[in-house]
């Protein structure tokens, strides 16, 4: 079964840190582009950061660069995402995806997992 499960959001203070994790089951973090995306309420869905499956290059937004890091532990097929210097404009619920492209001969389909998401309040 094919499962993605975030954990360690809660509440911090401004200028604080969290560390995100991403734990996947039933298929390989390392096969997959593993993106964070977060969603602050009344506002769509933004990337964070995402590590491609070769090469593990990563990629940031503009607004954590400098910040946050995306890491990927494949002994442990999780994800993470260090957070540091939060600010309050970071509060959002934060969530793992993880995709594939699988080629099969002329043809190719797309996996494309979600997890549950894990709020992060960045607050004093």
């Known amino acids: 079964q094919v499962q993605l499960v975030e954990s360690g959001g809660g509440l911090v203070q401004p200028g604080g840190s969290l560390r995100l994790s991403c734990a996947a089951s039933?298929?390989?973090?390392?096969?997959?582009?593993m993106t964070w995306y977060r969603q602050a309420p009344g506002k769509e869905r933004e990337l964070v950061a995402g590590?491609?499956?070769?090469?593990?290059?990563?990629n940031y937004a503009d607004s954590v660069k400098g910040r946050f890091t995306i890491s990927r532990d494949n002994a442990k097929n999780t994800v993470y995402l260090q957070m540091n210097s939060l600010k309050p404009e970071d509060t959002a619920m934060y969530y793992c995806?993880?995709?594939?492209?699988?080629?099969?001969?002329?043809?190719?389909?797309?996996?494309?997992?979600w997890g549950q998401g894990t709020q992060v309040t960045v607050s004093s």
């Open positions: 039933g298929f390989t973090v390392s096969n997959y582009a």
């Open positions: 995806n993880a995709v594939s492209t699988v080629v099969a001969g002329v043809s190719s389909y797309e996996n494309n997992y």
């Open positions: 590590i491609t499956s070769a090469g593990g290059r990563t």
